[in-house]
């Protein structure tokens, strides 16, 4: 082992033959050239046992980590985000909650960490007029530090679980209801900011989804129209993954117009509208007032209307649309089906009556041609007749699926039995005749 300097440092620098065999340069932290040479010492020992097979590397990973400060390994963990290419506002939100829990607790080390410590944090959020959501976000910066920490081997491991730290009861204290805008709140919209060009890039948020962070930083090369697809980068994105949407006919007109408005711009929208400029243009079409600070007014519900709910609006038109909760997910870019159903598909009563409207005309409809709306041919290969009071039963084996089904007599009616066959089986109409009329309940 030997000691050197550098431009870089006053301090000096030991160099020795690692764990792997490899010279390796590495800072002892003192400029004092004996006390420097004493820790280099200790580092060439430890990789000495760790090539001997003495010692775990990972002990002494956890060992030198525990010597730092935590506020060294959150840096560390921010730096491994960006790299990885997180959102910049989630990286700021993760550096001032992170750093607001270590500094109410007055955490030194990874060590003082502890699950009673988080969850006085927690709470004190809530006692301080926060929302529990707020204090949940907290829960999972914290968490995910502390994962990362496990996962690179800064610690073995810790205490922070969903038993030991669980989130707090959102539903209890919901500070945010949003809803969607309804078709006409969509066309009184329209007519009060058309002349301004804001419903533009209104529209666009509800035909495509977009976050406002997503829609402040699109790009005209994100944007597709002779395929018609929208490419949403990782960096700009929520969940920091690359996703494409198709670009329907509303966001194409809206895109178009956003064209000719700022041809010489970047970026599709180069101002987004401010918040207060949006709650302005919602009173303004009398879709909502606003309060003595100037936000939404909630309706008789506790809901109301806000920028992000132009998205919840998006995803409650394709719900209402008929759109699957699988498509949907995917097109609202959720982790989670949960979420999807939880804040996107919002059905108003109109919209559930509608639905049982349309199967009360199904069932008028079916009981005027006299079918039952049944599929028209079942192909059954064998099966074993059982006689109950009033009701005849079939067991129906089918030899391509393997699979069994009880199907009634009812569900058969348009097939005829071919008397007492070796197998019981069951022929289809245009091998037996007349097609047999639905089976009546027996006298007893």
């Given amino acids: 082992m030997k000691l050197k300097k550098n431009n870089r440092s006053k301090n000096w620098y030991a160099v020795y033959a690692d764990e792997h065999g490899h010279e390796r340069e590495r800072t002892t932290g003192t400029s004092i050239k004996k006390l420097a040479a ?6 060439e020992t430890d990789a000495l046992k760790v090539r001997t097979g003495l010692v775990d590397p990972a002990q002494l990973a956890h060992r030198d980590a525990a010597r730092l400060p935590i506020l060294e390994h959150v840096a560390d963990y921010l730096e491994w985000c960006r790299k990885d290419g997180q959102n910049a506002d989630g990286l700021r939100t993760k550096d001032v909650q992170i750093r607001a829990f270590i500094t109410e607790h007055e955490c030194q080390s990874l060590r003082d ?7 006085r944090f927690m709470h004190g959020i809530v006692k301080r007029g926060r929302a529990p959501r707020t204090a949940n976000l907290h829960r999972m910066n914290v968490l995910a530090f502390m994962n990362w920490c496990k996962d690179y081997r800064r610690i073995s491991s810790h ?69 018609d697809e929208l490419h949403v980068r990782a960096s700009i994105s929520k969940n920091g993954q690359e996703a494409t949407l198709p670009i329907m006919p509303d966001a194409r007109e809206a895109f178009e117009a956003l064209r000719r408005l700022n041809p010489a711009s970047a970026l599709v929208v180069p101002f987004v509208p401010t918040v207060e400029t949006f709650y302005r243009d919602l009173e303004n079409a009398g879709i909502q007032s606003r309060t003595a600070s100037g936000a939404g007014a909630p309706n008789a519900n506790g809901e109301r209307v806000d920028f992000h709910a132009l998205r919840t609006t998006c995803g409650t038109t394709l719900a209402n649309a008929g759109v699957s909760t699988m498509h949907l997910k995917r097109l609202m870019r959720h982790a989670s089906i949960a979420t999807t159903d939880k804040h996107y598909a919002k059905l108003r009563t109109t919209d559930l009556r509608s639905e049982l409207e349309r199967v009360n005309e199904r069932s008028i409809q079916l009981a005027a041609t006299g079918t039952d709306g049944l599929p028209p041919k079942l192909h059954p290969t064998t099966a074993t007749n059982r006689v109950f009071q009033g009701t005849t039963r079939s067991k129906v084996t089918s030899r391509n699926t393997r699979r069994t089904a009880s199907v009634s007599a009812y569900e058969i009616g348009n097939y005829v039995h071919s008397g007492t066959t070796g197998n019981n089986e069951v022929q289809h109409p245009s091998k037996a005749g007349p097609v047999a009329q639905r089976p009546r309940a027996v006298d007893s």
């Fill in 38 to 43: 004493e820790i280099g010492a200790k580092f």
């Fill in 113 to 119: 960490v502890v699950p009673a410590a988080l969850m």
């Fill in 159 to 227: 205490d922070l679980t969903r038993r030991t730290v669980p989130k707090l009861d959102e539903a209890q204290d919901c500070r945010r209801k949003r809803r969607a805008l309804t078709e006409t709140e969509r066309e009184r919209l329209r007519m009060a900011t058309l002349s301004s060009g804001r419903w533009w890039t209104y529209l666009v948020v509800m035909s495509t989804g977009l976050r406002r962070n997503e829609i402040a930083h699109l790009r005209w090369t994100d944007v597709d129209l002779e395929t």
